[in-house]
T-cell receptor, first 116, second 110 residues
Framework: DVKVTQSSRYLVKRTGEKVFLECVQD?????MFWYRQDPGLGLRLIYF???????EKGDIPEGYSVSREKKERFSLILESASTNQTSMYLC???????????????FGPGTRLTVT | GQNIDQPTEMTATEGAIVQINCTYQ??????LFWYQQHAGEAPTFLSY????GLEEKGRFSSFLSRSKGYSYLLLKELQMKDSASYLC???????????FGKGTRLSVIA
């Protein structure tokens, strides 16, 4: 079974703090994704990566950065947390973006971040 | 670009059948995914349709009509544990991630 793990289920940070959210997958997937999910807005893509050291902006990258130094690990960084970044953050991975049958994304359990 | 529409909420009775619709507009078509997401948990894969027609998998079935840009998820013999959000998603053409609908929150009542 594919396993995607995230470093924390719940996190509380103060405004202005630098926040690191870690995600690790164990199935040698090429692609990794970071989403945030808010009521009424659905899943919104922040950043994704299709290879080590590669990153692409998603729909809402402002206020976030990412790092992918190793294939299995994809980190989301909030440089200076703000209250409007309070949300559920979901990491996902998929095998490939070349074959549609491999597009299936496997999600981690999520991190509920509260910024006060 | 891509546009995906689903009803926001639905309510159905335990033991009944419910159909959750999804319409989409995409620049290309590479199939359609359905995911289930229980409150506070991660989405989990339910089905992938790339050809027209109905695919059955136990109590859950998924239908696709490419010409109409339409899919539905059919849940039979509803159980309380089926209360969840159901997300449809399409892979756009090119090397880009899945685009998700906002999800349909299904409540199963006794």
């Amino acid at each position: 079974d594919v396993k995607v793990t995230q470093s924390s289920r719940y996190l509380v940070k103060r405004t202005g703090e630098k926040v690191f959210l870690e995600c690790v997958q164990d199935m040698d997937h090429e692609n990794m994704f970071w989403y945030r999910q808010d009521p009424g807005l659905g899943l919104r893509l922040i950043y994704f990566s299709y290879d080590v050291k590669m990153k692409e902006k998603g729909d809402i990258p402002e206020g976030y950065s990412v790092s992918r130094e190793k294939k299995e690990r994809f980190s989301l960084i909030l440089e200076s947390a703000s209250t409007n970044q309070t949300s559920m953050y979901l990491c996902a991975s998929s095998f490939s973006l070349e074959d549609p049958a491999s597009y299936e994304q496997y999600f981690g359990p999520g991190t509920r971040l509260t910024v006060t | 670009g891509q546009n995906i529409d689903q009803p926001t909420e639905m309510t159905a009775t335990e033991g009944a059948i419910v159909q959750i619709n999804c319409t989409y507009q995409t620049s290309g078509f590479n199939g359609l995914f359905w995911y289930q997401q229980h409150a506070g948990e991660a989405p989990t894969f339910l089905s992938y349709n790339v050809l027209d027609g109905l695919e059955e998998k136990g109590r859950f079935s998924s239908f696709l009509s490419r010409s109409k840009g339409y899919s539905y998820l059919l849940l039979k013999e509803l159980q309380m544990k089926d209360s969840a959000s159901y997300l449809c998603a399409v892979p756009p053409s090119g090397n880009t991630p899945l685009v998700f609908g906002k999800g349909t929150r299904l409540s199963v009542i006794a």
